[in-house]
């Protein structure tokens, strides 16, 4: 892959950083549309007056002395008067093209206003239109199964219409993250679907949900390219908009599917779950609380080259993937970095998803992303916390977080921590095809997208790629704001030429890094003062770098002494 | 408008200057809100944001110009409201008017 050409244009790069955000003060800019409304009504009324005044029979007042007015200066005249009026009132900018200008303005606002708000209703529209075709998938199942039933004999035809439509959803994801023949084959029986004609109906929006889900199956093999279609936000609300719609008729229990979702763009093959596993994975499961966890240190490493900008944090994150990687625990690491001066700065990397299902020792399991996307404290960012809190570090130490999928979503989290902020400087926070807003889930039911509150003090970095929906999980359309710049790239620059890539590919940690070398060095202000924090905290070659790693493992409530 | 005469207006010059009162009530009254909406230009950080201040800041300007000519248009009313004053005094001073 290395040897791979890559292009080097740099057309798809988008940096929405402060100044480049579509988000924008709706309210804020609404309000002040109103104002100029009001403002445009007054221009108006003045001009009237002035209108009236220049018309005014009064103004013959004096015109009809006998004698001229005893002064020679045409400012103490009538023409004076006229003059000063016809100034007001046709001199550039005339106040009646002043008032036309703020009625534009006005209007303008308003569509401004609504820009932001006509994505997010785009965002909301695609959650119903996958609301429709969940519900029409799962009509189609149990007619399936109904049939499958007859012609094979008694079985449950429900149980079979949810093992088929589990099974194509959860295979089709297995396929494309591990290319399991077994995934591959549930992922036939969801591409039957449309071949055999039975769920065509209309999703709204001009769209079939055959062609819809034509073009889902398409995008989880790598067939198509996300964002052709749909942006990453659209992709994503279908996706839960078919868990929702389909909930109903199944009574399926909301969670498997939940991060099912969530889990295709998993990297490395680690998914397991496979057609003859659904049925035992699909029992009710408790995705909230905490587990406690066992913190292991397992290799220091010394002297080491620090990193010294975002993409050496990505690779960093990357390390945290080792090849021949425990399944059952996830591994983190921290690194201190001693400056010249003695100044210390401490470095904390996350590892995203390793297990669609639940684990019971594994903290990157499904309810650990449903904790993490909804701004809750995982297993893994308890052990991070509990290191760096241990740490025998002055107060006020920089510290900078990296992650990659829910490892970035831990990162940010964790840079939010009371008690992180009272003993650190956490300067930087970078992450990689994460979701970076929140997602509302009350209960089982997933609400939609919630906007995080983030510390002023802190730079956030966010990389994700087009092809990667994983970053949209959030359904929220990437945010720029004065400390938190969003980097937005296509993966296919970075991977081979001519090839379809699978979410999986764009969604790699190893992609990210690809990426993160590619635009670093670009000239972009949020992205020069972002460097310019984290050159700050990490700094150049001879500085002492201490890398600490470790395993981190949930405890299991029947292990517990 | 500051009308310091030596005579009490006339209904005529009075009509005028409710006309022109009324102009530049509702002149500032416009640049009050011009300036209450560039207030809230201040947290608008997006390029489309950023673009629509520039644009509500350059309104406020024209509307500052048009204030300060309407505010020409008193200057020029009160002169000559005093020059009429002025004639009215001589007229009655030299006998041809009560």
């Known amino acids: ?561 | 408008m500051n009308h310091i005469l030596c005579y009490a207006p006339t209904a005529q010059q009075q009509q005028l200057l409710d006309y022109f009162d009324a102009a530049q009530r509702e002149m500032e009254a416009a640049l009050d809100l011009y300036r209450r909406a560039l207030a809230h230009t201040k947290t608008w950080q997006s390029r489309a944001g950023e673009a629509a201040a520039r644009e509500v800041g350059a309104g406020e300007t024209n509307v500052w110009r048009c204030e300060q000519r309407v505010t020409d248009v008193g200057g020029a009313l009160q002169r000559h409201f005093q020059a009429e004053d002025a004639a009215r005094h001589y007229l009655q001073t030299a006998g041809l008017a009560s």
Do not use: C
């Open chain 1, 1 to 561: 892959m290395n040897s791979t050409p890559t292009r080097a244009d740099t057309d798809d790069i988008a940096i929405i950083g402060s100044r480049t955000s579509m988000k924008i003060d709706s309210e804020s800019i609404e309000t002040a549309a109103k104002l100029l409304d009001r403002a445009a009504q007054k221009l108006e009324n003045s001009e009237n007056a002035l209108n009236l005044l220049f018309r005014s029979p009064a103004f013959s007042f004096g015109a009809n002395f006998p004698f001229d007015l005893p002064t020679g200066d045409p400012a103490l005249t009538w023409r004076g008067v006229e003059n000063a009026i016809e100034d007001a009132r046709f001199s550039p900018p005339t106040i009646a093209a002043v008032q036309s200008k703020t009625v534009e303005l006005s209007d303008l606002l308003v569509e401004v206003s609504h820009r932001y708000a006509d994505q997010e209703a785009e965002i909301a529209a695609s959650f119903e239109r996958g609301k429709k075709l969940g519900r029409g998938m799962a009509r189609a199942l149990v007619k399936l199964a109904a049939e499958y039933a007859a012609t094979n004999g008694p079985s449950d035809p429900l149980s079979t219409a949810r093992t088929y439509f589990l099974g194509s959803l959860l295979g089709t994801h297995a396929a494309i993250s591990g290319g399991d023949m077994r995934g591959v084959l549930a992922g036939a029986v969801e591409a039957s679907f449309p071949m055999t004609g039975v769920i065509v109906n209309w999703l709204g929006n001009d769209e079939n949900s055959t062609a819809v889900l034509q073009h889902i199956v398409a995008v989880l093999t790598g067939e198509e390219a996300l964002g052709g279609r749909y942006t990453g936000e659209e992709f994503a609300a279908i996706l839960y908009g078919i868990f929702e719609g389909a909930k109903g008729h199944f009574q399926v229990h909301s969670y498997l599917f939940m991060h099912a979702v969530m889990s295709p763009a998993l990297a490395g093959g680690l998914h397991t779950l496979v057609l003859s596993e659904i049925d035992a994975v699909a029992q009710a499961a408790d995705l909230t609380g905490l587990q406690e966890v066992a913190t292991t240190r397992v290799a220091t490493i010394s002297g080491a080259d620090p990193p010294q900008n975002p993409a050496d944090l990505a690779q960093r994150v990357a390390d945290q993937y080792p090849e021949n990687g425990d399944n059952r625990a996830s591994q983190i690491e921290v690194e201190t970095l001693t400056h010249f001066d003695g100044t210390q700065a401490v470095l904390g990397f996350f590892p995203g998803m390793a297990h669609a299902g639940l684990h019971k020792t594994h903290p990157n399991d499904a309810k650990g992303n449903v904790q993490a996307v909804q701004g809750l404290e995982t297993e893994q960012t308890l052990a991070m916390k509990q290191i760096l809190l241990d740490m025998d570090v002055p107060q006020g130490t920089d510290l900078v977080l990296s992650g990659h999928s829910k490892g970035g979503m831990d990162a940010i989290n964790l840079s939010t921590d009371p008690e992180i902020r009272a003993k650190f400087d956490v300067v930087l926070v970078t992450t990689f095809g994460s979701p970076t807003e929140l997602l509302k889930i009350d209960g089982l039911t997933i609400k939609g997208p919630q906007e995080r509150g983030l510390p002023a003090a802190t730079e956030y970095l966010n990389f994700s790629h087009r092809e990667d929906f994983v970053p949209a999980l959030d359904m929220a359309p990437p945010v720029g704001r004065s400390n938190q710049t969003e980097i937005v790239t296509d993966a296919a620059k970075v991977l081979e030429v001519d090839v379809p890539h699978a979410v999986a590919d764009a969604h790699s940690m190893d992609t990210y890094v690809k990426t993160a070398r590619r635009v670093i060095g670009l000239n972009d202000p949020d992205l020069n003062r972002v460097r310019k924090v984290g050159a700050a905290a990490l700094g150049g070659p001879g500085i002492i770098s201490q890398r600490e790693v470790y395993r981190v493992e949930k405890i299991p409530p029947d292990r517990k002494e």
